[in-house]
């Protein structure tokens, strides 16, 4: 991954943890869904170019690093709903 991949992916990874905070109205959780946005961006990126599934091109990497960050933060939030009850 090259370093413009590595910032597209960092910034599509803050606005879905930011839309994620929004959403969950928890103030205390907003460090958290960002870190999880920003890894979840990287990590199916890094998978998805070792497994050479995707190319180089802006908007492939951009949908891969929303899809990562919104599918790692709709499972850390549903953890953390089954861990309150």
Not at 31 to 56: C, H, M, Q, T, Y
Request: charged share 15%; net charge positive.
């Amino acid at each position: 991954m090259t370093a413009e991949n590595y910032i597209l992916a960092i910034v599509a990874g803050l606005i879905a943890g930011w839309i994620a905070n929004l959403m969950s109205k928890s103030r205390f959780s907003f460090p958290i869904n960002l870190f999880v946005g920003i890894f979840g961006a990287i990590l199916l990126n890094f998978f998805l170019r070792s497994a050479e599934k995707i190319d180089n091109r802006f908007f492939s990497v951009l949908w891969v690093s929303l899809a990562g960050s919104s599918v790692l933060l709709l499972l850390f939030h549903l953890t953390r709903r089954f861990e309150r009850r």
